[in-house]
């Protein structure tokens, strides 16, 4: 993968998945305001608390410029999506007047950040690969089929098990199941398009996979958090977004990313369903 501005043999290192990582030559130090953005994501969306997650944010964004402008602006494009989402509340609401909203301001999320990218910094970190001009692996079509069983597995437990489906708002009516399925997987799709492919792919370019990986898991965490996996839904949601973020640098495929996503959404649309009506589906365990 090719990035904007001078790379040399010193300052590049390689995956394993052929994804460049510390592309911009970014001092081992410069981790400290990425964290630093980490840690705002936590304060805005776990403690829903802005008046210490907006000044930690943009401090970050500031002190980056000590490191270098490269990352600066990568980050500054990160603090600009998530300012962007943190000006609603993105707790479980399924009322059509909330998904019109969310709609919007999730779109503007991915598109804003990206826009900036392409026009004003004339680069393209941020993409949303299609294509790749491979087939998935036997591996990846096998974890993919593996995804619906897992998530039969761990999800009653999670969701039943510690009262976390009560985060969601009961559904019982044709209409209402409708809107939370939208929703659920509405999300999910941005999910990828924004943490996958653009805070992770940003990230990436300054500092080795596992870092950046890490990195785009702290914020996942954080904005699930306030969706409502809470209870020890961070414990199962943590490695689904490290899953994700190693599965984007091995396939360099969205597609693939969502279906995975998607798949997984799937089984906690029906878990909900089944927790708010527990005679409705007979296929889970608890």
């Given at each position: ?143 993919l089929a593996a995804v619906v069983p897992l998530g039969w597995l761990i999800l009653p437990g999670y969701f039943v098990g510690s009262g976390a489906y009560r985060n969601w708002p009961a559904v019982d009516e044709p209409d209402e199941i409708w809107r939370l399925f939208l929703g659920v997987n509405g999300v999910g799709i941005w ?96």
């Amino acid at each position: 993968m090719r990035h904007a501005g001078r790379v040399s043999s010193t300052e590049t290192r390689t995956t394993h998945a052929g994804t460049v990582g510390n592309a911009e030559g970014t001092p081992a130090w410069g981790l400290l305001p990425a964290i630093g953005v980490v840690a705002s994501a936590v304060l805005l969306f776990g403690f829903e608390a802005p008046l210490a997650g907006y000044p930690l944010l943009w401090a970050s964004v500031a002190c980056a410029l000590l490191v270098s402008r490269a990352l600066a602006r990568d980050l500054l494009l990160i603090a600009v999506g998530l300012s962007i989402v943190s000006t609603i509340s993105v707790a479980a609401d399924i009322s059509y007047p909330n998904i019109i909203r969310m709609g919007i301001v999730l779109s503007l999320t991915v598109a804003v950040p990206w826009a900036l990218e392409r026009f004003v910094f004339r680069r393209d970190a941020i993409r949303f690969p299609v294509r790749t001009g491979r087939r998935w692996l036997p591996v990846e079509r096998a974890y993919l089929a593996a995804v619906v069983p897992l998530g039969w597995l761990i999800l009653p437990g999670y969701f039943v098990g510690s009262g976390a489906y009560r985060n969601w708002p009961a559904v019982d009516e044709p209409d209402e199941i409708w809107r939370l399925f939208l929703g659920v997987n509405g999300v999910g799709i941005w999910d990828e398009l924004f943490f996958i492919c653009t805070v992770f792919s940003l990230l990436l370019r300054h500092f080795p996979m596992w870092q950046a990986n890490l990195l785009q898991a702290g914020i996942f965490v954080s904005f699930l958090w306030e969706l409502g996996y809470r209870e020890w839904g961070p414990a199962m949601t943590v490695l689904f977004a490290l899953a994700q973020g190693y599965l984007f640098t091995r396939t360099r495929n969205l597609v693939y990313v969502v279906c995975v996503h998607l798949l997984f959404d799937l089984m906690v649309f029906l878990v909900i369903v089944h927790a708010h009506n527990p005679g409705l589906l007979r296929i889970f365990w608890l």
